[in-house]
């Protein structure tokens, strides 16, 4: 079979002989690899999974979108990291998270960092040696970034000394390097100049995770507490310039969170109408099957439909940042449409599966607690919508896309 035999038709646009080619080994990867850790990773939610992500970082992934020069990576692109979080998602939305949740900081380190920041880490990111997280979300400041508690103050003699908490981090109990926004200025700065963001070695003095607990999805991945206890970090690593985490957080989330997340739960809804086709499929009923009913067919003809359209959403738009043209708003777009289709399939999978949906050991209860995981993260639907709106009115100011391009040319 060759790749093209795989890739669904409405995708060929957007995808070259190197995507295709990528589909295919990131199925192969999932089906030798990660599909028998499913059930190990379900059985054991108290469990951070730590091999899964070894095995990636042997292949390169993590490095999927920086440059091969000078870091080793394998200068991919968006539209391949893409193909690498979907593929993965449709087998393991555990094992895509893993990968996202560093692509996210590993990105900002990318158009961020100085040349020493970049030469120090983005070599060790590439062959598999550090992973990152992005720790911006605190106990009371999720999307309000405005309301980050965790300090940075300077004491002189080249040193910040960051006290904090963070919550929800992805990857925290696998990084080897966090990349922090913390508040540098006096409450009543604006938000805009009142962050930044440093890189925190793990092994700093002061820097605990706490035990990792279950959530009610994503079993085997970690988004746990990062606490920072008075950590000393050195001038040299802030990351941008002071007062900017704002903006790095931002252009973080927008170009790398969104696109990321969109993936993640574009496997989820593949993986939820698979389920559902084979169980419809295969269930006998009147002599036939479930399949064989039109309002049974209505509903897999919705179901179906919305994943087009996601599949469609979600690689459009990495095309265009592939392409180097502004698309701010159809990054965001896609990750609040995305989820939300996939939510409505999730729904619609576990009523037609009847009291099936409900096994402990059947895949569908897995999918359904997954999705909920995609709603928070690199904005919750609140947020893609204010961000939708303002490009409907046409009062969104900062378009990343456009300056990623420009970096890049
Ligand atoms: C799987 C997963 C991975 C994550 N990974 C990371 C990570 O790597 N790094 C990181 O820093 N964080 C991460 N997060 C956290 C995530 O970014 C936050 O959950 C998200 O920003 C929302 O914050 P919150 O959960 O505190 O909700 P809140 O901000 O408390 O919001 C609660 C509700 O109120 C709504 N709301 C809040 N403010 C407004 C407003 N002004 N107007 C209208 N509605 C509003 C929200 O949309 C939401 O529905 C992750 C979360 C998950 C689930």
Redesign the pocket.
């Known amino acids: 079979m060759t790749a093209t035999d795989t890739t669904p038709p409405e995708l060929r646009p957007y995808l070259t002989a190197a995507h295709e080619q990528l589909w295919c080994e990131a199925d192969a990867f999932a089906a030798d690899h990660v599909a028998a850790r499913v059930p190990l990773m379900e059985a054991s939610p108290h469990e951070v999974e730590r091999e899964l992500p070894q095995l990636m970082a042997n292949r390169g992934w993590f490095g999927v979108t920086l440059p091969k020069q000078g870091y080793g990576g394998m200068e991919a692109g968006h539209v391949a990291k893409t193909v690498l979080i979907h593929r993965l998602g449709v087998v393991s939305a555990s094992a895509a998270?893993i990968l996202q949740?560093t692509l996210?900081p590993v990105g900002a380190l990318q158009h961020w960092g100085t040349v020493e920041q970049k030469q120090r880490w983005l070599p060790q990111v590439a062959d598999g040696t550090a992973l990152l997280?992005?720790?911006?979300?605190e106990p009371d400041?999720?999307?309000?970034m405005g309301g980050i508690e965790t300090t940075a103050e300077w004491v002189g003699d080249d040193e910040w000394v960051i006290t904090g908490e963070?919550?929800?981090?992805?990857?925290s109990h696998l990084a080897h390097l966090h990349l922090v926004v913390a508040r540098t200025a006096l409450p009543g700065v604006p938000t805009s100049q009142a962050l930044t963001a440093f890189l925190v070695e793990n092994d700093r003095k002061g820097v605990t995770v706490a035990e990792h607990r279950a959530r009610l999805g994503?079993h085997g991945?970690s988004?746990g507490r990062l606490i920072l206890d008075r950590v000393r970090i050195p001038a040299a690593n802030v990351l941008g310039e002071v007062s900017q985490g704002l903006y790095v957080a931002q252009s973080a989330s927008i170009l790398y969170g969104r696109s990321n997340l969109t993936a993640l739960s574009l496997g989820i809804h593949e993986a939820l109408v698979q389920t559902t086709v084979q169980f419809l499929s295969t269930r006998r009923r009147y002599g036939g099957h479930l399949s064989d009913q039109p309002v049974i067919q209505h509903r897999i003809g919705e179901m179906q439909g919305r994943l087009q359209t996601a599949m469609t959403t979600a690689y459009s738009a990495v095309h265009l940042l592939d392409s180097g043209l502004a698309c701010d708003s159809q990054l965001i777009g896609a990750k609040h449409t995305g989820h939300q289709l996939a939510a409505q399939s999730a729904q619609d999978a576990m009523e037609l599966h009847g009291a099936r949906a409900l096994d402990a050991d059947y895949p569908l209860q897995r999918l359904f607690r997954d999705i909920q995981?995609t709603y928070?993260?690199?904005?919750?639907?609140?947020?893609q919508r204010?961000h939708l709106a303002k490009a409907a009115l046409g009062t969104a100011h900062i378009q990343w896309s456009d300056r990623h391009a420009a970096e890049t040319a």
């Open positions: 998270a949740a996210i997280t992005i720790a911006v979300t400041a999720g999307g309000h963070k919550l929800h981090i992805g990857n994503l991945f988004a995981h928070p993260p690199a904005g919750t639907g609140e947020f204010i």
